[in-house]
């Protein structure tokens, strides 16, 4: 065995304790993935000296670690998942080639090369108060911790923080210059967001399920965010954002978008209660709108969508359940490739000179009349993706009656 470079025992579900690894003098890569009924790694894994990888995802069975863990000093990555691991040993600190930890609760040590440190969807509680001092450490990845009380101040190295908690507060983050992604998911009780204003390279930012959050600081002075995802209240936005994606019934009005001059893509999700789009013809970048509604809710308090015709930049349009629309004018949209107006029941006729639209998406348009020119020139199997036999029906009696130029139904 002396050898052997890769052991892989992944779901071996009779499996209490891993071999002895004594005489596994180059082995680089132990992997125990799903071993259910994995109780405890053998102390004899001190002697894998060479060892890189450990991976012990799914082992619902494994409680601790032994101290003998300190002695891989050449481990660069430790995954334990889904596992009951709450905590590591001290010895944990002599790992300085650790670069990767996922699914732990730090213990106080060095970990001085530590660059991830993962702990999706765990149980923890809390977070040592000397986070402070993983130097190297670039992503904190705390998503789906329910039972995070709070937290401790990272280091300001970090590059992005991913987090859910129960707090109803977050500490000042205006020490993380460097940061350039913050995700802040579920974090039910949010009440407030600390100013984000030196926050000066921040790109993505991501604010989902923050069902508590009464409003959110400006957002202008971030004069490199180019990604922003809301679903709750919209802030003053910078000119600079390239994508804005919003999913929240409860907004009605969006900021003016004529200040949005770089915006390339617009998303729109469950928006039923939005009643204007006010600056929407300025977005001369603009190459993506999705405004998708829920059909089964029966909601939608916009009537019309002003300016349209002036993007004519825009490759992908997607009006997915609108109530009330009944001309779509697109006739300038050179550029359009994707067209989707499933269920927007009372779509009377689409304008669209577009030959190089795929898809292009009308299911459940009971009311349509006339489709684009370009359809009855070509053939429409090319250029139509129905949902249905029925629909497909629905589709050629339109064209053969606009090919005989009567009007249809």
Not at 369 to 391: G, H, M, R, V
Not at 393 to 401: F, G, R, T
Request: hydrophobic share 40%; charged share 25%; aromatic share 6%.
């Amino acid at each position: 065995m002396e050898r052997l470079k890769v052991l892989n025992l992944s779901w071996c579900s009779e499996l209490k304790s891993n071999p002895n690894l004594s005489t596994f003098k180059n082995l680089e890569l132990l992997i125990l993935k799903g071993c259910v009924n994995l109780k405890e790694i053998n102390p004899s894994i001190q002697y894998a000296k060479r060892l890189l990888f450990l991976d012990l995802r799914w082992c619902r069975s494994l409680k601790m670690l032994p101290e003998q863990l300190g002695e891989l000093e050449n481990l660069e990555e430790l995954v334990i998942d889904r596992t009951p691991i709450k905590e590591i040993p001290p010895s944990i600190g002599s790992l300085k080639k650790l670069e990767r930890l996922r699914q732990i609760l730090i213990h106080k040590g060095g970990l001085s090369s530590l660059k991830t440190l993962t702990l999706f969807c765990t149980k923890i509680s809390g977070l040592p108060e000397n986070l402070n001092q993983l130097s190297s450490l670039k992503h904190l990845i705390l998503d789906i911790c329910e039972e995070l009380e709070s937290l401790p101040k990272p280091h300001f190295s970090l590059l992005s923080l991913n987090l859910t908690c129960r707090s109803n507060e977050l500490p000042s983050l205006s020490h993380l210059k460097h940061l350039q992604e913050l995700y802040l998911r579920d974090c039910k009780s949010l009440q407030s967001i600390p100013s984000l204003s030196h926050l000066k390279r921040l790109k993505k930012l991501t604010l989902w399920g923050c069902d508590s959050l009464q409003s959110i600081p400006s957002l202008s002075p971030l004069k490199h965010l180019q990604e922003l995802t809301l679903n709750s209240c919209i802030p003053e936005l910078p000119s600079c954002i390239r994508r804005l994606a919003v999913y929240s019934p409860k907004v009605e009005r969006l900021p003016n978008l004529s200040d949005l001059e770089f915006l390339s893509e617009l998303v729109l999700v469950h928006c039923d209660g939005l009643k204007k789009m006010d600056g929407l013809e300025s977005l001369k970048s603009l190459r993506v709108l999705d405004q998708w509604l829920n059909p089964a809710r029966k909601v939608d308090h916009l009537h019309s969508i002003e300016g349209l015709e002036k993007l004519g930049s825009l490759e992908d349009v997607n009006f997915y359940g609108h109530k009330h629309i009944q001309v779509l004018d697109l006739s300038k949209l050179e550029h359009l490739k994707r067209l989707i107006v499933d269920y927007c029941e009372s779509l009377v006729e689409i304008r669209c000179p577009s030959k190089f639209l795929t898809p292009f998406k009308t299911y459940g348009c009971n009311s349509l009349e006339k489709l684009p020119d370009f359809i009855i020139e070509l053939k429409s199997e090319c250029f139509a993706t129905a949902a249905t036999e029925q629909n497909w029906k629905v589709i050629a009696a339109i064209i053969e009656a606009s090919a005989r130029n009567v009007h249809y139904f």
